[in-house]
C-alpha cells in the first residue's frame, strides 16, 4: 500500500490542524492505520492509531483529549483531528499501515512521506 499525507502547515498555539492520509489499493480495511511524529535528531514518537474497522483508537499520553484518529474506509483514508496544539507538537508527522489486527508491538510495516507541522507560541 502506498500512503500519501497532506494537511500540515503553520498554525499558532491553541490553533487546530486535520491531516488526512490517503492510502492507494483496495485492501485498505485489511491496515490498522497509525500516525507517528518525528523531531530532527529524535526518535519517532507513536501518535494514535486506529484498528481496521475504526472501532477502537489508542492514543499517546501527552495527546490524548486534543487529538482524535479517524478513518473513513470507503474513501481509504485516515485522519488525525488535532485541536488546542502546543509549540512541543511541532514535528514530521508519518503516516502508516499495520497489517491485520493492531498490535502496539507490531512494527508498522508501510510509511508514507512526512508532513511538517509547525505550531507557534
Known amino acids: 500500500v502506498q500512503l500519501q499525507a497532506c494537511g500540515g502547515g503553520l498554525v499558532q498555539a491553541g490553533g487546530s490542524l486535520r491531516l488526512s492520509c490517503a492510502a492507494s489499493?483496495?485492501?485498505?480495511?485489511?491496515?490498522?492505520m497509525g500516525w507517528f511524529r518525528q523531531a530532527p535528531g529524535k526518535e519517532r514518537e507513536f501518535v494514535a492509531a486506529?484498528?481496521?474497522?475504526?472501532?477502537?483508537?489508542y492514543y499517546e499520553d501527552s495527546v490524548k483529549g486534543r487529538f482524535t484518529i479517524s478513518r473513513d474506509n470507503a474513501k481509504n483514508t485516515v485522519y488525525l483531528q488535532m485541536n488546542s496544539l502546543k509549540p512541543e507538537d511541532t514535528d514530521v508527522y508519518y503516516c502508516?499501515?499495520?497489517?491485520?489486527?493492531?498490535?502496539?508491538?507490531?512494527?508498522?510495516?508501510?510509511w508514507g512521506p512526512g508532513t511538517q507541522v509547525t505550531v507557534s507560541s
Open positions: 489499493g483496495r485492501t485498505f480495511t485489511r491496515y490498522s
Open positions: 502508516s499501515a499495520q497489517i491485520g489486527q493492531y498490535s502496539a508491538t507490531n512494527v508498522f510495516d508501510f
Open positions: 486506529i484498528t481496521w474497522s475504526g472501532s477502537t483508537t
